[in-house]
């Protein structure tokens, strides 16, 4: 009996969303987006134009089958009068045929 | 003397609180601008620190009043231009820089530290443009911690013409875009330091059109200062940050006035 491995074409594969939000709330506003493909040589950019953004608010990316796992972290020390990085960090993910 | 046509006015030195830059085009005929970029071009090795003693007619840039009024408005009269500077020459197919700040944050209401960039060739889209993220000066976030960033709403790129300087706050993100064209994208940074605090104001103030007095009901109107202060939100934050940046700004313009001690 002999077992064939899938191929890497029929895995599913886990895409990654960084969404930075205004607030911890999967209503508000974000600032900044982050897609991570899994293809070979995939770098997330910084591009000069305009990236037209999918989704306005963490919301919209689960009503299009995001699903969140992991939420912003509040276990850091906190300080009401410093400011430090930019939103409230939500990671998603989508498990799909990925052709590279 | 610094003409005071050349200075900035009181609603750019609060825009400038506000955003972390200022960009200004060079007083200097495009020859000069051309030339520097020509001996760029043939320098066999970057030189670092020295790059002014290699290419001495940067000297001219930093001495232009165009230059010298804005870094006058903002670091007052006897600032100093520190010894580490850096010709940051992005090749033809050189991929995009993370976001970063430069050094280690040092988050303070005291604006005392300044980067200027000086782009001797126009900067179009493709070359690899500078892109800064404006209001991120007063965040305290290390390099390392900006790694899951690509792309921010309100990030602006440098699309310059020839002869530009951009004089930002120390601390303000940046990065680069990758360049694409086929052309090298030439920034030579210098670093500006304030020798000591104002004891008044030294841009083009005048203290009786400053509206102190905050319009609740309109903040939308943004060409006062105590708007452009407290109202300004180029990156579109939370009203908590806002809160925060709103009570750093009022601070840095009361530092600058002379009234901070």
């Keep these: 009996m002999s077992s064939t491995a899938p191929s890497s074409q029929t895995v599913p594969r886990q895409r990654l969303l960084y969404l930075h939000a205004t607030t911890p709330s999967v209503f508000s506003r974000i600032l900044g987006l982050t897609l991570i493909e899994p293809i070979p040589g995939h770098r997330p950019e910084i591009t000069v134009e305009d990236p037209q953004w999918p989704y306005d608010t963490v919301h919209d990316a689960l009503i299009d089958g995001w699903q969140i796992v992991q939420f912003p972290l509040f276990q850091a020390s906190y300080d009401d009068r410093d400011l430090d990085v930019v939103g409230y960090e939500f990671i998603l993910q989508k498990m799909e045929i990925v052709d590279d | 003397m610094i003409e005071k046509r050349y200075l900035l006015t009181d609603t750019e030195v609060a825009h400038f609180l506000v955003q972390g830059y200022h960009t200004v085009e060079s007083t200097l005929p495009l020859s000069v601008h051309e030339n520097i970029a020509c001996q760029l071009d043939a320098l066999p090795e970057n030189p670092g620190d020295a790059i002014l003693e290699s290419v001495p007619e940067l000297r001219q840039v930093l001495d232009c009043p165009a230059v010298t009024g804005v870094c006058h408005s903002l670091m007052g009269s006897d600032y100093e231009l520190k010894s580490h500077r850096h010709w940051h020459c992005k090749q033809p197919g050189d991929g995009f820089m993370q976001w970063h700040q430069d050094s280690i944050n040092q988050r303070d209401t005291r604006i005392d530290r300044f980067l200027a960039l000086y782009y001797p060739r126009t900067v179009t889209a493709d070359m690899g443009p500078t892109v800064i993220v404006p209001g991120t000066q007063y965040r305290n976030a290390p390099t390392d911690r900006m790694a899951t960033y690509s792309n921010f709403r309100g990030q602006v790129p440098l699309v310059v013409p020839a002869g530009t300087v951009a004089v930002t706050h120390h601390d303000l993100w940046h990065g680069t875009a990758a360049n ?13 330091r304030r020798t000591r ?15 102190s007095q905050i319009n609740w009901g309109r903040t939308d109107q943004m060409e006062s200062v105590a708007h452009i202060l407290s109202f300004g939100n180029p990156l579109g934050v939370g009203g908590t940050d806002q809160y925060k940046e709103r009570v750093i700004r009022r601070r840095c313009w009361e530092q600058l006035l002379g009234e901070d001690e």
Excluded: G
């Design chain 2, 197 to 211: 605090s104002n004891t008044e104001p030294t841009w083009n103030h005048d203290s009786e059109s400053v509206d």
């Design chain 2, 180 to 192: 694409r064209s086929s052309a090298r994208r030439h920034m030579i940074k210098f670093l500006f």
